[in-house]
């Protein structure tokens, strides 16, 4: 997996492991996304781009670790970062969106 040294990396689950991963990403991020399976969940691993922001997985969402822990995870992330519980599928992701400028 190669993406431009010079550019900030972002990283987003965006479900489970499946061969697929890779097209995925690469349909999601067209300008050289990059996908792989990360125990059993598809990440995808993309330049920071235009938009200025990345999303982090940070685990899953549950009754020990709500939207509170979630972004208090996400905190360590810069003073401008959000931490979220997201739902995807069946699952409930703490989501982590940061500035990457």
């Not at 969940?41 to 940070?58: A, D, I």
Request: glycine residues 10%.
């Amino acid at each position: 997996m190669e993406l431009s040294a010079e550019a900030a990396v972002c990283t987003r689950q965006i479900g489970a492991c499946a061969p697929s991963c890779s097209d995925i990403c690469a349909s999601k991020y067209p300008n050289g996304g990059k996908g792989a399976c990360q125990g059993d969940s598809c990440v995808c691993f993309y330049e920071c781009g235009t938009e200025k922001r990345c999303n982090v997985g940070l685990g899953r969402c549950s009754a020990q670790c709500n939207d509170a822990c979630c972004a208090a995870k996400c905190a360590q992330q810069g003073s401008l970062s959000e931490g979220f519980c997201d739902r995807l599928g069946y699952n409930f992701l703490c989501q982590c969106s940061y500035d990457c400028s």
